[in-house]
């Protein structure tokens, strides 16, 4: 019996131990982003190198400068003082002297000039002397213009020539209507009646205030009075 045991256990065939496989080792992670980012890109234009297109006209890259610092100059003045006028500093000398009341374009070409200033010039930037100078020729215009350019001759109470600015015009104004009307000239009455005064037509044009034609009503009333009162003195009779 122990033979034929013997025999059995030598024809047994030996199991083999299973092998141990050695563990996988995991890829790193730039390699795993660098296979997917080639997994999309093989559908769209295998082995074909994406080039960006310089469109023309496009700023070239690069480190932007920074702007330059502008140069600093006098600042303008808006608005500028003379003849106790506000002036816009934007306008040229001559244009911007204009501004005052009572005087024009030319006036204020001979201001300029007297007070050796540049017509052209900007108002808002010229200095604090040439403003000075300015106004001293601006007090001094009636001296400056002729005669026969300045706007209030042979004055009445005095006979002199003078040029009003800024205020004195319309004061000058107010003046010379009120006396006219206390002389009773023609123009004086024609000014206080609210009529034309320099010879136009009144009969179709200008009809206002108190020149406005009669009314109907006032026409129609007339005749009506007149019968009223002829009944009236037949009764006392």
């Not at 013997?6 to 496989?21: D, G, I, L, S, Y």
């Not at 303008?76 to 934007?90: M, Q, T």
């Amino acid at each position: 019996m122990a033979k034929k045991e013997e025999t059995k256990e030598v024809k047994e065939p030996k199991k083999e131990a299973p092998k141990k496989e050695a563990p996988k080792q995991e890829a790193p992670q730039e390699v795993k982003k660098e296979k997917k980012q080639e997994k999309k890109h093989e559908g769209k234009g295998e082995g074909k190198e994406h080039e960006k297109k310089e469109r023309k006209g496009a700023p070239k890259e690069g480190k932007k400068e920074a702007p330059k610092a502008k140069e600093a100059g006098p600042e303008i003045r808006h608005i500028v003082r003379i003849a106790n006028s506000d002036l816009e500093g934007k306008r040229s000398v001559q244009y911007g002297l204009t501004g005052i009341k009572g005087i024009s374009r030319r006036t204020a070409k001979i201001i300029t000039i007297n007070a050796g200033v540049d017509p052209k010039a900007i108002l808002g930037y010229i200095s604090d002397a040439e403003t000075e100078r300015l106004q001293s020729s601006v007090d001094s215009i009636s001296s400056i213009l002729p005669a026969w350019m300045v706007n209030k001759q042979n004055e009445i109470m005095s006979g002199e020539d003078r040029h009003l600015i800024g205020t004195d015009v319309l004061l000058g104004l107010n003046e010379d209507l009120n006396l006219m009307k206390k002389m009773r000239s023609y123009k004086g009455v024609r000014h206080d009646r609210g009529l034309r005064v320099r010879g136009q037509r009144s009969r179709s044009t200008g009809r206002r205030g108190r020149t406005v034609g009669v009314s109907r009503a006032a026409l129609m009333a007339k005749p009506k009075e007149a019968e009223k009162k002829e009944e009236t003195k037949g009764a006392g009779k």
